[in-house]
């Protein structure tokens, strides 16, 4: 089966950057995604890591260390908006067999 | 381009009744998952559906089902309902060979 790790909650001052990891078990790896969800909202696509290395999409950027079984997002100037969950999901199974993570709340405090 | 679309957005229902949720995905995507999302648990996926097939499915119960038709707008349903299947339930559309799931606003099922 597939399993994921990542911190429960995250709390980061306005300005800073914030890492939040995720270390997950699965067979048949194909990718590692990102997902931002706002209280009262849906998922929203922030990235995707299929190779090894950082992926980086403006104040976002999301890294993938296959061998690790390993990957992080960081987000870099952090603002009050970005206070949500944020979740790691695998792609496994070659079609849309997604496993998401628990989430991590992050709470953006000034 | 409309998102995706799913109805109804609340819904209460009482223990042992049966529930049918529906999705319309983003024109012109096929693969349509399905996700219970409860506080603590994340989202846990159900199944998906490609071409009217389902592909793949997740660790749940008999009582939860699914099917997609030829427009790809896809329905599951829930029958005798129990109190913890109250939950938002997600549904995300994906275009062919994409890795980006774009979700629905969700259902919200309330089961007393």
């Known amino acids: 089966g597939q399993s994921l790790e990542q911190p429960s909650e995250v709390t980061a001052v306005e300005g800073a950057i914030v890492q939040i990891n995720c270390t997950y078990q699965?067979?048949?790896?194909?990718?590692l995604s990102w997902y931002q969800q706002h209280d009262g909202g849906a998922p929203t696509f922030l990235s995707y890591?299929?190779?090894?290395g950082l992926e980086e999409t403006g104040r976002f950027s999301s890294f993938l260390s296959r061998s690790d079984s390993y990957g992080y997002l960081l987000l870099q100037e952090l603002q009050m908006k970005d206070s949500a969950s944020y979740f790691c999901?695998?792609?496994?199974?070659?079609?849309?067999?997604?496993?998401f993570g628990i989430g991590t709340k992050l709470q953006v405090i000034p | 381009k409309a998102g995706v679309t799913q109805t109804p957005r609340y819904l209460i229902k009482t223990r042992g009744q049966q529930v049918t949720l529906s999705c319309s995905p983003i024109?012109?995507?096929?693969?349509v998952s399905w996700y219970q999302q409860t506080p603590g648990q994340g989202l846990q996926f159900l199944f998906e559906?490609?071409?009217?097939?389902?592909?793949n499915k997740g660790n749940f119960p008999g009582r939860f089902s699914g099917r997609q038709f030829s427009n790809s707008r896809s329905e599951m349903n829930v029958s005798t309902l129990e109190l913890g299947d109250s939950a938002l339930y997600l549904c995300?559309?994906?275009?062919?060979?994409?890795?980006?799931?774009?979700f629905g606003q969700g259902t919200r099922l309330t089961v007393v």
């Open positions: 995300a559309s994906t275009e062919g060979g994409s890795t980006e799931a774009f």
């Open positions: 999901a695998v792609n496994s199974g070659g079609y849309q067999k997604v496993t």
């Open positions: 699965t067979s048949g790896f194909y990718g």
């Open positions: 559906y490609f071409s009217e097939t389902q592909r």
């Open positions: 890591n299929a190779l090894d």
């Open positions: 024109s012109g995507h096929r693969s």
